[in-house]
């Protein structure tokens, strides 16, 4: 088969992305305004929460999270030792402490079996990752830790469920992200989603500096010259306009671009199941899986290539690989600051070193899919 060159992610879009652009060019209203309100009511109602805020990313979501539910110097906060770093960063700008709780290497998740021995009179909140698209299992979490206030992090899982609940109204407060690896994107941006009134209200004046009312509520109110009140230290975490008008398009695709990902990921299943050094994705029914991406784990133990020597073997196919994320536990500020052993998380030690995504996006076609098949299977 010819060499084919495949990206680990691209973003869908097109005509009708641009086209919604033009609507607050020419308005001449491009910051947080009427697009953004647009596409938190649709985010909202899609993910059946009360509540939708769209804020400039993921790590901003989960900085506000933690601010609107007080958790402060001296607090503790249960994190996966195997996420993104922004999952863990999140907690140390609010001058608390990150506590690394072991994953399972089957699903990516934080293995609900290890967070109880995590848990001191400090522990207040607990931030359990959709990762890839897999819901953790909440429902477990609130069984076994019924007093921590739980922030999603979805920033994968747009779209996800669990037991037919949508990601985002699983906890206190959900978190997502539309960087462009993720299924819908706004190139930046983020969402807070939540079905609590009070925090709802503080979200929204946290992400604008604190203000009692917005600048669109202001501008098109009575005495648009008078500036609002400012009771609390805030932030500017905003989503402009422009963003908000490619997230209604992109939102209003969600569903077909996840089905058409769960489609491919059936065919992955398939074919590289046959493949006994290679594990594909494991879950039950109950839940929906997001198909972010397609992660495997690499067994080097019947492997005829190392996990890094199998992706630059790809690589050199033309075909792009990342390892599923990193282990935080093992990064250089963690590891030093918190006198960690990359052995103390053997869960997330081995996802750090054997997991590996393939690519998995709305922008291939079959043969990329096929070709990606048979480049690992004439792997001997």
């Known amino acids: 088969m010819e060499k084919r060159i495949i990206p680990i992610s691209l973003p869908s879009m097109g005509q009708e992305e641009w086209e919604a652009l033009k609507e607050p060019i020419f308005s001449g209203w491009i910051t947080q305004g009427p697009k953004v309100k647009e596409f938190e009511e649709l985010f909202a109602k899609r993910h059946n929460v009360k509540h939708a805020l769209a804020v400039s990313n993921c790590t901003t979501a989960l900085h506000l999270a933690l601010v609107a539910l007080d958790v402060k110097a001296g607090d503790e906060v249960l994190v996966p030792a195997f996420t993104w770093v922004s999952t863990a960063n999140a907690v140390m700008y609010c001058g608390a402490t990150p506590i690394f709780v072991d994953v399972d290497p089957v699903t990516f998740n934080i293995n609900t079996d290890s967070i109880l021995a995590k848990i001191t009179d400090k522990t207040k909140a607990i931030i359990p990752v959709h990762l890839f698209g897999l819901c953790a299992d909440i429902d477990v979490i609130k069984q076994i830790a019924p007093q921590l206030k739980i922030v999603e992090d979805g920033a994968c899982a747009a779209g996800a469920a669990l037991n037919g609940q949508p990601a985002g109204s699983l906890g206190d407060i959900g978190c997502f992200s539309f960087h462009p690896r993720k299924s819908v994107t706004t190139g930046e941006g983020g969402m807070l989603t939540t079905n609590d009134d009070a925090l709802a209200e503080r979200l929204n004046m946290l992400r604008n500096h604190g203000a009692s009312i917005s600048e669109e509520q202001r501008h098109k109110g009575p005495k648009p010259y008078i500036l609002p009140e400012f009771d609390m230290v805030g932030y500017n975490y905003r989503m402009t306009d422009l963003q908000g008008a490619l997230g209604v398009i992109q939102l209003q695709k969600l569903d077909q671009f996840i089905e058409e990902r769960e489609g491919w990921?059936?065919?992955?299943?398939?074919?590289?199941?046959?493949?006994?050094?290679?594990?594909?994705?494991?879950?039950?029914?109950?839940?929906?899986?997001?198909?972010?991406?397609?992660?495997?784990?690499?067994?080097?133990?019947?492997?005829?290539?190392?996990?890094?020597?199998?992706?630059?073997?790809?690589?050199?196919?033309?075909?792009?690989?990342?390892?599923?994320?990193?282990?935080?536990?093992?990064?250089?500020?963690?590891?030093?600051?918190?006198?960690?052993?990359?052995q103390d998380y053997p869960g997330a030690y081995q996802c750090n070193e054997y997991s590996m995504s393939i690519p998995l996006h709305n922008k291939m076609t079959e043969l990329d899919y096929q070709y990606i098949v048979e480049i690992l299977k004439q792997i001997k």
Do not use: C
């Open 265 to 342: 990921a059936n065919y992955y299943h398939q074919e590289l199941g046959k493949i006994d050094w290679l594990r594909v994705p494991r879950y039950s029914d109950k839940y929906k899986h997001g198909w972010q991406s397609y992660v495997l784990f690499v067994d080097e133990s019947k492997s005829p290539l190392k996990r890094n020597d199998l992706m630059e073997y790809l690589q050199q196919h033309g075909i792009s690989t990342r390892p599923g994320t990193h282990a935080v536990h093992m990064l250089g500020f963690y590891k030093n600051t918190f006198n960690i052993d990359e």
